[in-house]
């Protein structure tokens, strides 16, 4: 019996909804629901806040994906949470579930490797199917070099930011080499990589 319920509960996704509700109404009452609208004003266009039956639904759904999903709300606007079925927003690991994963894998190590791009990189090479350096300070212009001359369009990521922040592309056929290097060499405080 007990099982049935739960299955249904799921299948349903009833204690998603219910606590997507909860939280939404405790955000509201505490003020917080105000940096919800911060985000849906930053990923959206302005029908939202403008059209209140529009907003109330999109404030459910995300509440709801919170919880059900496992994702932060910045992610539902980020992975586009709006315009996918249940089978494409199954195929998304937000943070919460990947912290959750994280912490069940193993030790501080292991997770120290997942979490950092470029020990990742490191780890799991064979996999990525594309070159990718570190640039840190100024000694590694010879590997920065090398790494143009075999590529000439490649994608600048802050190894220090997530979720798509601070990557841009570079084209060497638009912009001179030492250009480039000098505002990567700039911007790597805590170590660009491509």
């Not at 529009?54 to 059900?68: E, P, Q």
């Not at 190590?109 to 950092?116: R, V, Y």
């Amino acid at each position: 019996m007990k099982r049935k319920l739960i299955n249904y509960l799921k299948k349903y996704k009833i204690g998603a909804k219910f606590l997507g509700w909860l939280k939404l109404k405790k955000d509201m009452i505490n003020g917080e629901y105000n940096n919800f609208l911060e985000l849906v004003n930053t990923f959206s266009s302005s029908e939202y806040i403008n059209n209140k039956k529009r907003l109330k639904k999109i404030s459910k759904d995300a509440y709801f994906s919170h919880y059900f999903y496992k994702i932060e709300l910045k992610e539902y606007f980020f992975f586009n949470f709006e315009n996918l079925s249940d089978f494409g927003r199954k195929k998304y690991i937000g943070n919460i579930e990947r912290n959750e994963i994280l912490s069940k894998i193993g030790t501080k190590e292991t997770i120290e490797t997942l979490k950092n791009k470029y020990k990742c990189y490191c780890k799991f090479k064979e996999f990525y199917k594309r070159d990718i350096i570190k640039i840190i300070d100024k000694e590694d212009k010879n590997i920065f070099t090398e790494f143009c001359q075999k590529h000439y369009k490649f994608i600048v990521k802050p190894i220090d930011k997530s979720q798509g922040s601070g990557i841009y592309c570079v084209d060497l056929k638009r912009e001179p080499i030492q250009n480039v290097w000098e505002k990567i060499l700039n911007e790597a405080t805590g170590g660009g990589f491509f």
